[in-house]
């Protein structure tokens, strides 16, 4: 497990942009995935875009396709995530997660270290 600290969030209105950030405690490049998550209020958190081996294969939630990219700087052991184009409905807690060993990277479950989340508020 490594320790992750988020950073970045804020509020906007809708079209604008935001990026947050994720430093890790180690290595990140070890990590065998690495994503970010959103968690609305009474509700589980749910994958919005994870990246595999670093970026071997990236995965994005449909929803945010075209509008979020989500990036690895192994020498900063830093993840971010560049949300553009911003609507309501991306308001949330949004986490970051790692997962060091092989497996799945899917369900909040799958990923053995959480940063502390960090809001993002978008309005219309």
């Known amino acids: 497990q490594v320790h992750l600290v988020e950073s970045g969030g804020g509020s906007v209105q809708a079209g604008g942009s935001l990026k947050l950030s994720c430093i890790t405690s180690g290595p990140i490049r070890l990590q065998y995935c690495t994503g970010w998550f959103r968690q609305d209020p009474g509700k589980e958190r749910e994958r919005v875009a994870r990246l595999h081996r670093g970026g071997e294969s990236i995965y994005y939630k449909d929803s945010v396709k075209g509008r979020f990219t989500v990036s690895q700087d192994n020498a900063k052991n830093t993840l971010y995530l560049q949300m553009n184009d911003l609507k309501p409905e991306d308001t949330g807690t949004y986490y970051c997660?790692?997962?060091?060993?092989?497996?799945?990277?899917?369900?909040?479950?799958?990923?053995?270290?959480w940063g502390q989340g960090t809001q993002v508020n978008v309005s219309a």
């Open positions: 997660a790692a997962r060091s060993s092989v497996g799945p990277c899917i369900r909040e479950s799958d990923f053995d270290s």
